[in-house]
């Protein structure tokens, strides 16, 4: 009880973050400027938060946004080092704007307060957030959910100022992980998609809870059709953006293609692994004797430390007996192993497995990768919007629809590509209609929107481009029809500021019976 008034108390009491973060500050050796960068990038993230919630419903809390920016700077920040461009110190950098060291806790960037930002977001990530039974996208899908949410902490302040929304695509770090990961996060939400980024421990296989979550949302089928686009999107990308994965990927794959190639010769698959064994055995046996042995051991010590540079030198025959015990633990565990592929049904399994991982990994081979991705992720929006279309008809109240609303009118201003956002995307468009005007017959249903005509087609003519416009408040945007020789425009106004007129491309014989309004007036769409 005492938790839940503390927390009520928290949130009707303005918090001083900026004091809080100076407080932080203080027992950091970051110069000046740096300091001075970090307490404008959380003014402007206070500044810009009322209008970011207003525009992108199902974010967290400015105060636990706040606080998880202040705690990384204060846990995963020792060195922040702002530098200025062609100076000796920016070197380092090469033809990157940041270098983000995790084991060493330091940053180096040049003086851009969006990239800074980025770089806390990076350095606070888990390496893995997939339990490593999921080959491969064990990886991959951690790299992509990564990259998203450091691209997503930016959002605040590299797109709204304090009066206006405006994205930027060549500020946008990857377009390609932005649109996948907005997907993931409208599908399951902010709330689980954070626990999953913040999980640090397998305890919960998140993975699971993911597909069980998709599945409970929109249903088996939907859930697998994302997933056997997910994956693969997600290691094709991991191919093209990530040069260390890449690399480790390559080499597993020259080890699966050698495990299937032997295990194709069942004799002489079986043959290997009992010369494989014996051999086990004999080593376990040696340890075993050398641990037991005082004279043998000290040998080993000084075997070991004899080619091993100062810093790697073993202190002690004990700290040796030791590492040997852990040696052996692995042997055991390797001799068990082949145990089991030793069992008929095992061995099965285990073929399975590996011709399941080969699947991924002759990704590698895909020829055109960038037209690969432009299509696996065009797929993947034609599925979301299918999910899309589930989500709207579960719904009730006029508030759960207005947040729908948002949600959608944000999904489709996310950036394509340099010029495009998604709502404007030829092989979308019959997609996004079905879920423009599903969205539009609830509204008007739970009597949201005014309905300008008994046509459904000339009404959603008129409206459509409301999931189109940048205002930040969807509620103050007014509609005016107006008729130029035989063509037909609408203009969106939000306090008398209005929009560029639009022709109305599918209309040219428009009847006044037709509307349920006049012409060149100008009528609040929201009631």
């Known amino acids: 009880m005492q938790k839940k008034t503390d927390k009520f108390l928290e949130k009707i009491v303005k918090k001083d973050y900026n004091n809080e973060l100076e407080k ?4 950091k050796n970051f110069d000046e400027n740096t300091k001075s960068m970090l307490l404008n990038i959380l003014y402007k993230i206070e500044t810009a938060y009322k209008d970011y919630e207003r525009v992108k419903p199902d974010i967290e809390e400015k105060e ?27 070197e380092v950098l090469g033809k990157k704007t940041f270098l983000v060291e995790k084991n060493r806790k330091r940053i180096i960037c040049y003086p851009i307060e969006r990239k800074l930002l980025y770089c806390i977001a990076k350095i606070s990530k888990n390496e893995k957030i997939i339990k490593d039974r999921y080959f491969v996208i064990d990886q991959t899908l951690t790299d992509l959910i990564n990259i998203g949410n450091n691209i997503d902490t930016v959002e605040p302040i590299r797109d709204f100022n304090g009066y ?10 990857s377009v390609v992980h932005n649109i996948v990961y907005q997907n993931i996060r409208i599908l399951v939400g902010t709330q689980f998609l954070n626990h999953w980024v913040k999980n640090s421990e397998f305890i919960i296989d998140y993975f699971e809870s993911f597909n069980n979550k998709l599945e409970e949302k929109y249903g088996e089928g939907k859930q697998k059709k994302l997933i056997n686009i997910l994956n693969p999107l ?33 004799q002489k698959f079986v043959q290997e692994i009992t010369e494989r064994k014996r051999n086990l055995v004999k080593e376990i046996k040696q340890m075993d004797e050398m641990i037991n042995d005082r004279n043998q051991l000290q040998k080993e010590y000084e075997k ?3 080619y091993l540079p100062l810093k790697e030198k073993i202190f002690s025959a004990r700290i040796l007996s030791k590492m040997i015990e852990d040696e052996r633990e692995q042997k055991i565990k390797e001799l068990e192993e082949l145990n089991i592929l030793l069992n008929p049904q095992k061995f099965v399994a285990y073929k399975k497995e590996l011709e399941n991982k080969e699947k991924y990994l002759q990704l590698l081979d895909t020829k055109e990768l960038e037209k690969q991705i432009q299509e696996d992720l065009l797929r993947l929006q034609k599925i979301f919007l299918g999910c899309y279309l589930i989500k709207i008809r579960g719904i009730e109240t006029k508030q759960e629809l207005m947040k729908l609303i948002y949600e959608f009118r944000y999904y489709c201003l996310i ?8 709502g404007q995307i030829k092989p979308l468009q019959k997609e996004m209609k079905e879920v423009e005007m ?6 008007h249903e739970l009597k949201l929107i005014h309905c300008f005509s008994k046509e459904k087609e000339i009404d959603y003519e008129m409206l459509k481009n409301i999931f189109l416009v940048r205002v930040i408040n969807l509620e103050d945007l007014y509609i005016k029809l107006i008729k130029e020789k035989e063509d037909y425009y609408v203009q969106l106004f939000d306090e008398n500021v209005f929009e560029e007129k639009i022709k109305i491309e599918n209309i040219h ?10 012409m060149n007036r100008k009528i609040k769409i929201f009631n």
């Open 234 to 266: 997600s290691v094709l990308l991991a191919i093209r953006y990530n040069q260390k994965i890449k690399k480790q990927l390559q080499k597993e794959k020259e080890e699966v293609e050698s495990h299937l190639e032997t295990i194709k010769n069942n």
């Open 64 to 90: 636990e946004f706040i606080q998880s920016i202040i705690h990384h700077i204060k846990n995963n920040c020792e060195n922040i080092k702002v530098v200025k461009l062609n100076t000796k110190e920016s």
């Open 509 to 518: 014989h428009l009847h006044k019976k037709d509307l349920s309004f006049k």
């Open 164 to 173: 206006s929304w405006t994205t930027i695509p060549r500020e946008i770090e």
């Open 415 to 422: 950036p394509f590509g340099e010029r495009e956002v998604i």
């Open 304 to 306: 070991r430390n004899q």
């Open 24 to 27: 932080v500050l203080e027992k």
């Open 438 to 443: 599903l969205l539009l017959e609830r509204a």
